[in-house]
């Protein structure tokens, strides 16, 4: 009676001991998935600060000022929103094209496309490219 008592205790043992090595195989595996979780965000906002500092150093930012020629006609305007460039603004022009932007509007356009908005010619490609 007492082999049979001890093969209880011992199959009691081994499960318990299973489900405490289950629980900190799930606890592992949630602290992991964090860390990772944690770690790709601060990866992605790293990437996001490079790629604003490699923009600005790409696409150069001026102060706007009207042609001569251009006073006769309407003033010309950003496409992103729209607006006329104002005497004295900041605009940006992409490298590989020349279009003008207000600084702004194409710094947050890049932010989610990597073309001009205009002629859709690649401008960190372009950028890239002339650095070499």
Request: include cysteine; proline fraction near 4%.
């Amino acid at each position: 009676m007492n082999g049979k008592l001890d093969y209880y205790y011992l199959l009691i043992g081994f499960t318990l001991v299973f489900i405490a090595l289950l629980i900190i195989s799930a606890i592992t595996m949630g602290c992991c998935t964090w860390f990772r979780y944690q770690f790709l965000s601060v990866r992605r906002l790293l990437i996001r600060e490079h790629n604003d500092l490699e923009m600005r150093r790409w696409i150069p930012t001026f102060k706007y000022h009207k042609k001569e020629e251009e006073e006769e006609k309407a003033a010309p305007e950003c496409v992103i929103c729209l607006s006329p460039f104002d005497e004295g603004e900041e605009v940006s022009q992409l490298p590989s094209c020349r279009h003008l932007f207000h600084a702004g509007c194409i710094y947050l356009w890049l932010h989610r496309n990597n073309n001009c908005p205009i002629c859709r010619a690649i401008v960190l490609l372009h950028a890239i490219n002339m650095s070499m």
